[in-house]
Nanobody, 122 residues
Framework: QLQASGGGLVQAGDSLRLACEVS????????MGWFRQAPGKERVFVGT????????IYASSVKGRFSITRDNAKNTLYLQMNSLKDEDSGVYYC?????????????????WGQGTQVTVSS
């Protein structure tokens, strides 16, 4: 089970840190991803981190502003979001895949959290 938290209402330029707590599984066995879905739009890739070394890739829209980290001891994945913009608003989902690979496609992830709402107001 994946439990995402940390969302909220913030001003443009602010920062937020989302957390995804993994239960029933060991985080270190999974590559993890973050996706965002805005109202009426498709779920889009935000970033992903490889399970073995934490190597991460990001969507071009968030690169340099967002970063993914993980604390395997706490079985928790994080998404640090800085310099937030209006277009970052949406429901953020964490996802897991039991693989060494890192994937940008949502269909590759077999496990999903329930999502946490991020609203950026200008």
């Amino acid at each position: 089970q994946l439990q995402a938290s940390g969302g909220g209402l913030v001003q443009a330029g602010d920062s937020l840190r989302l957390a995804c707590e993994v239960s029933g599984r060991t985080l270190s066995g999974y590559s993890m991803g973050w996706f965002r879905q805005a109202p009426g739009k498709e779920r889009v890739f935000v970033g992903t981190g490889r399970r073995s070394d934490g190597h991460s890739i990001y969507a071009s829209s968030v690169k340099g502003r967002f970063s993914i980290t993980r604390d395997n001891a706490k079985n928790t994945l994080y998404l640090q979001m800085n310099s937030l913009k209006d277009e970052d608003s949406g429901v953020y989902y964490c996802a897991a895949v039991r693989s060494e690979g890192i994937y940008t496609e949502a269909y590759r992830y077999g496990y999903w959290g329930q999502g946490t709402q991020v609203t950026v107001s200008s």
